[in-house]
């Protein structure tokens, strides 16, 4: 791999990087002043859109196709959510970027907002990140004082209002229509789509909803151009016409076994392998790799032999996982035993299940019950086949959900069983060896009368 | 019928009103009021819920089902003057997570979301902190604890802290 500069993580490690004055001095709002001056919104759209940026905050959508979808010559109000709701297991960017280089995100979302004509942005932060929302809010104010933001930016006929926005530790928040209903003041339930956000989002008016990371590329795009941006990352599949291209740097988050946990920004397609030796320092204490989670724990699990799988966002698909998701590598040694990750990953889907749909209620919670009975030693093979059903069942893929949340909960439950299947039995025959081999339906809890 | 207000005090009610120009409705500032009433009290109790409807004009029980919703807002008594979250997904369980958060619940004698006798310190087990490069990590009231032992975080939680913003 070429030796790679980082763009995005610049400002990690620079003294007071984070305010306005360090910004600007490594080049920063620039190119925003440029675009007011010369450029019509359109043009910043055509910018995103052929630069070949995807949504950097799991789906992978193009976004400026994304802002396309706005309808045209709407009167407004038009909404810019920045979703800093980063909530999937695993995942730091968006912190990073939100404490060390603050200005980055906020030009990227100036930017972005006159491409959609939004004039009010609302960034809805997670609460776990009050560092974040100090650094923010301050570098708001910075912006203001400086006629970054306000009415009439920097004498241009835009204005524009960000506002922070606090959330109260729900997972769903981050999917973009419970972010929404959160917004409003009401339970994060999703929403049935369509109507997309585009058409009827925030407060039943045209919403785009982006990442925080992507806010930060939209500011490099702007800065250092399309070419740039397309030198970097795997270009398009020809054979697949479906297949846009993994363009850009991108911020691997990589933690659990390994010597050096961080964030680290390389192009996309570096290998799981490459990340983990290059930047990780290897898995740690010696060990080796018994799997890895490709890009937070909804994505499922990757195998040792898996692991020189480029992560694109077309690669992990490729070996099973659901995507790239948020990047982020979660390294499991072989020492750990993967029903207790398998346990881990059940429990934090049963705990965020929203509640709304009944497969995904009932589906996170019964496999949690299930592997808290394996884990008891109480487990029967037949448990195997069961987990896998509700796993196939529950989601937006086979049709039972409203979001994605039940996809995110039934891969980690499909890849653990498929790719670690013997693993499993061999667990429940030596910690249930009189009843492993049982097939009757589990008889309920009894219940202890109350009087 | 307006209710009396006992429990929001006028500061309070001023930021809140301070917040609604920017939304388009007052429902909106469901999240935010429950946030500036929490900073303050520790908890929203039944009370502040219909009087934070009363200020929004909007029904107790759509302020009430907003809270439930998030699991963040104790209602009951206050959490501890020290809130410590205590990380428990995947990045942090595989570095030790479930076993810091065991004993620190087990040395200051209480269950998981429980507050000691003397109100002190709430411990509660959290879904991703989002500092896994810091594993296993504990947010106590504003200050990301990063890289705890058991030991480590026993002492850390014993300082005394800035409440949370």
Known sequence: ?451 | MIAQRTILTDEMVAKIEALAPRYPNRRALTLPALHIVNAELRHVPLQAVAEIAAVLGLAPAEVQDTLTFYEFFHQEKPHGTVRAFVCRSVSCALRGGDHLLEHLCHTNGIPPYGTTVDGSLTIEPAECLGACDFAPCILANDDLLKNMTPEAAEAELKKPRARAT
């Open chain 1, 1 to 451: 791999m070429q030796p790679f500069k980082p763009v995005l993580l610049e400002a990690v490690g620079v003294p007071d990087g984070y305010t306005l004055a360090s910004y600007k001095s490594r080049g920063g709002y620039a190119p925003l002043e440029k675009v007011l001056a010369e450029k019509q919104p359109v043009d910043v759209v055509e910018m995103v859109k052929s630069s070949g940026l995807r949504g950097r905050g799991g789906a992978g959508f193009s976004t400026g196709l994304k802002w396309t979808f706005l309808p045209k010559d709407h009167p407004g109000p038009i909404y810019l959510c920045i979703n800093a709701d980063e909530s999937e297991p695993g995942t730091f960017n968006n912190r990073i970027l939100m404490e060390d280089d603050p200005h980055q995100v906020i030009e990227g979302i100036i930017l972005s907002a006159y491409a959609t004509r939004a004039s009010t942005a609302y960034i809805y932060l997670r609460y776990e990140y009050p560092r974040s929302w100090h650094r923010l809010q301050a570098a708001i104010d910075e912006a203001y004082a400086a006629g970054y933001l306000g009415k009439n930016i920097r004498g241009s006929a835009f204005s524009l209002d960000i506002y922070l926005h606090r959330g109260a530790a729900a997972y769903i928040c981050g999917e973009e229509t419970g972010l929404i209903e959160s917004l409003e003041g009401k339970r994060a339930w999703p929403r049935i789509k369509p109507p997309f956000p585009a058409i009827e989002g925030l407060f039943r008016k045209p919403t785009v909803v982006n990442n925080i990371e992507t806010m930060a590329c939209v500011a490099q795009i702007a800065r250092r151009g399309i070419e740039w941006f397309k030198s970097i990352g795997v270009p398009a599949d020809p054979a697949n016409p479906r297949d846009p291209g993994s363009y850009g740097p991108k911020l691997y988050c990589l933690s659990g076994h390994v010597e050096k946990p961080g964030c680290y920004e390389a192009p996309l397609g570096i290998t799981a392998r490459e990340l983990i030796d290059r930047f990780g320092g290897g898995v740690w204490k010696g060990r080796k790799a018994k799997a890895v989670i490709p890009g937070g724990i909804s994505m499922g699990l990757m195998t040792e032999s898996e692991l020189d799988t480029p992560l694109d966002f077309a690669g992990p698909g490729k070996v099973g996982c659901l995507g790239l998701g948020t990047a982020a590598v979660v390294v499991i040694d072989d020492q750990t035993s993967i029903v207790d990750f398998l346990h881990n990953s059940c429990r934090f889907f049963a705990h965020e299940s929203c509640g709304q749909c009944t497969p995904c209620r009932e589906g996170t919670s019964w496999s949690l019950r299930m592997l808290e009975r394996i884990k008891a030693g109480k487990g029967r093979l037949r448990d195997l086949d069961i987990l896998l059903e509700i796993g196939n069942t529950m989601g937006m893929m086979p049709g039972s959900t409203i979001c994605g949340l039940a996809d995110g909960a039934a891969w980690p439950i499909k890849n653990a069983i498929k790719k670690f299947r013997g693993e499993f039995e061999d667990y429940i025959k030596r910690t249930n060896p009189s009843g492993w081999m049982v097939t009757d339906p589990v008889p309920a809890l009894q219940i202890v009368g109350a009087h």
